[in-house]
């Protein structure tokens, strides 16, 4: 077995504290990294808390992950040790389904194998990125450009993915109207896209303090969505809205605000279902939809359309020590605009 230590919640709501633990040895086509770095994702938060239920514990968090490969099977084509490489949230799929054979793992019709709080394919439990090494199978590990500084670039593999793909899917781009809601770790990332895309970009935001950060991260309007009036001013004229909102909120607010056959996207869950007049999508024949990171092609597509760019996110890096006030800062939306784990701060006794 590969011996590893990482940080774990030992149950629900339990604080994350030191633990030791084994993944399976890696086999001919897995892929050793030894991690650097994770990024802190808030939906580490919601499942290390069991807040969506079925948690698998002790949990190791973490899919937002970049490193350095130390071993590699020998049927591995396409790593070898010493090269950067990087793990989103998922690990494994079915790979013959529809969606598998379409490039879409994350819609796997059998069982989309997440990065942690997760059965693998043979029963065993998946552990994630909080961690000093991870064993991944070569078909879902991503590749990283020296490039892309790698602290900056951990999000990437899921806030960046989360709100890259559906931007693309919804054709985001040079002569599109294209509004972000929230401004968090997933909005940040749509405001670089949108901008990086040719979009015209407008924020949504609730606290009139981040209009400035907006305009400096790739909006070109900033709406704040309590002024009615300032909201009214754009009520169908929007191809394309990205909600990335995980706190309940209105939503027909900003349905009232797309084109004919336009189309607002959901990527946050918040606790409470929504409640939807039928007249607002009725209205002009409007879509509401929702999407769910990325592919493993389309990751890779991500990664190196960031490196071509320069994209990264925009993170505060941390010991692994403070991870657990990092989750009540998380919870405050006091984090601009990640958390990032220096997984050199990791005690491997
Ligand atoms: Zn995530
Ligand atoms: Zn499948």
New binding site residues.
């Given amino acids: 077995m590969t011996r590893s230590w990482g940080y774990a919640a030992a149950k629900a709501k339990a604080p994350l504290a030191p633990f030791k633990f084994q993944r399976r040895d890696p086999g001919p086509g897995d892929v050793v990294i030894d991690i650097q770095y994770c990024g802190v994702c808030h939906s580490d938060i919601h499942q290390t808390r069991d807040e969506w239920g079925g948690a698998i514990f002790p949990m190791v968090p973490g899919h937002e992950i970049v490193g350095r490969v130390v071993h590699v099977g020998n049927a591995v084509k396409n790593f070898k040790p010493g090269d950067l490489a990087a793990v989103g949230c998922m690990v494994d799929?079915?790979?013959?389904?529809p969606?598998?054979k379409h490039n879409e793992?994350q819609f796997?019709?059998?069982?989309?194998v997440f990065t942690y709080n997760c059965l693998d394919n043979n029963g065993a439990p998946a552990f994630g990125g909080y961690s000093n090494n991870i064993v991944v199978d070569q078909a879902f590990v991503l590749k990283i450009s020296p490039k892309l500084p790698l602290a900056a670039a951990s999000p990437l593999l899921c806030a960046g993915i989360t709100t890259y793909s559906p931007m693309r899917h919804w054709k985001v781009q040079k002569g599109k109207k294209f509004g972000v809601v929230g401004l968090g770790g997933l909005g940040h990332m749509a405001l670089k896209f949108g901008r990086a895309f040719g979009a015209h970009v407008v924020q949504f935001t609730t606290s009139p303090g981040k209009k400035e950060d907006a305009l400096r991260l790739g909006a070109d309007e900033v709406v704040l969505s309590t002024d009615t009036a300032d909201m009214d001013r754009h009520i169908n004229t929007f191809d394309f809205i990205l909600d990335t909102v995980s706190a309940d909120h209105d939503l027909n607010a900003y349905l009232s605000l797309l084109k004919r056959d336009a189309t607002m996207t959901l990527v946050g869950i918040p606790e409470k279902p929504a409640a939807i007049p039928a007249g607002s999508l009725i209205a002009k024949r409007r879509s509401l939809a929702g999407s769910t990171i990325g592919g493993i092609a389309e990751t890779q597509e991500m990664l190196d359309y960031c490196a071509e760019h320069g994209i990264t996110s925009e993170i505060e890096i941390i010991p692994i020590q403070k991870i657990n006030e990092a989750y009540e800062r998380v919870l405050k939306n006091d984090v601009k605009y990640r958390f990032v784990i220096d997984m050199a701060s990791l005690p491997m006794q």
């Fill in positions: 799929s079915c790979r013959v389904c969606s598998c793992e796997c019709e059998t069982h989309t």
